[in-house]
């Protein structure tokens, strides 16, 4: 609330926000507002800049999780897991032209929240073995492999640069914890955290930062294809 007025003043200048409720998870209360009908909205929580024009796949929004190990914060490493999940909305993306009202009510075609789309009757479960671009989950290499060789893609530089926007932000992070950290923590070797870091490509292959998560599902029960993933993390 304390950033209302900076959010009032640069409320009009995007057609679309994000509103994500302080302390929840799974999408819970997740929901989007227009700044052609709605006032800004200043409860506990973030108000995040809606990327309108996302890379889309058999014409479907989706985002990537990927596994960051930090294990030592000074010296700072980090290490990131050579698989991970691409997760599909279950509805069709459409994108809202200058003369259309913003439909923000539709959620399955606008958020990729794993947790929302897998009640939607068209959740497709992918599993380890038999992966297709139908499904609402896919591995990271099953990903990687689509966009070479259906989209001619250079897959390297693209890793390069996710790579890149994970370290950095992980140093953004990093600079506001080191402090208390060495206060409290005796030895760097019993401080470490796995994060789950979501990101969202636009359509020119940009990578953004979506979220970072604290507590990512590790469980790997909801499919052969998350436990092959996640029991190997």
């Known amino acids: ?30 929901h989007l507002l227009s700044s052609e009908v709605d006032e800004p909205d200043i409860e506990k929580g ?7 024009r996302p890379l889309l796949i058999t014409g479907r929004k989706f985002d990537l999780r990927l596994y960051v190990l930090v294990p030592s914060i000074s010296p700072l490493r980090i290490y990131i897991h050579d698989s991970g999940l691409a997760r599909f909305c279950t509805h069709q993306y459409h994108h809202t032209t200058a003369d259309e009202a913003v ?52 897959v390297d530089e693209l890793m390069n640069e996710i790579h890149r926007v994970i370290v950095a932000t992980v140093i953004a992070g990093e600079c506001a914890i080191k402090k208390n950290h060495r206060s409290l923590i005796k030895h760097r070797h019993t401080s470490y955290e796995m994060y789950g870091v979501d990101i969202l490509l636009d359509e020119n292959l940009n990578p953004f930062i979506m979220e970072v998560n604290i507590s990512p599902a590790m469980s790997g029960l909801d499919s052969s294809l998350d436990y092959q993933i996640k029991w190997r993390l």
């Open 1 to 30: 609330p304390k950033e209302g007025a900076e959010l009032a003043e640069h409320w009009d200048d995007h057609r679309i926000w994000i509103a994500k409720p302080s302390a929840s998870s799974r999408g819970k209360g997740i």
């Open 46 to 52: 973030i108000i995040q800049l809606y990327l309108e």
């Open 103 to 154: 439909n923000t009510s539709d959620l399955n075609m606008h958020l990729t929240n794993f947790s929302l789309n897998k009640n939607d009757i068209n959740f497709k479960r992918g599993e380890a073995g038999n992966e297709s671009i139908e499904n609402s989950k896919w591995s990271l290499p099953f990903f990687l492999d689509y966009l070479r060789n259906s989209e001619k893609i250079n």
